[in-house]
């Protein structure tokens, strides 16, 4: 039933969201150069990877995710049109619209079991994490989300996330965290059991 819903208002909203692929995909290669999208492997359901694509916001090269975020790179994060080409992994199984956002494969052996619940499901475009303060929440509280997502899971709360997205974006909260332009590394700990 799920991906159901995932093929179904993905495939409903295509005439809004592939122009604005094309659109993004544009802006950035003028702006930016090549490449257009950024791609790194993350971890999906059962921890199986995958190599995830999102537009590019930071110049190639050495420096601190600070220094090299690009100005267009800034308000493609702040409105999530970064997170666009995510939608295509919907349509292909590999990613849901809403569960837990897929992280690094390299964290995999730094999860507690309950943490490494969260892989449980597919990776989400959002999650009930990222309704709770995206990259303000610290790791130990945004695994604790997801695993609480993993037993909670309906229809009904997809649609409850899906609007409070919505809500989150246009508030522009939490797109940071602190002072930082990009959220820290996950070291491990934490586990919240």
Sequence with gaps: MKRAFDILLVVLSMPLWIPLVAFVALAVRIADGKPVLFRQERAGRHGRPFMMAKFRTMRNGDGDDETRLTRLGR??????????????????????????????TRYLPRYSPEQARRHDVLPGLTGWAQVHGRNLVSWPDKFRYDVWYVDHRSLMLDLKIIFMTFATVLSAHGISSGDAATVAEFTGGGDGT
């Design 75 to 104: 308000f493609l994060r702040a409105s999530s049109l970064d997170e666009l080409p995510e939608l295509f992994h919907v349509l292909s199984g590999t990613m849901s619209l809403v569960g837990p956002r897929p992280l690094p």
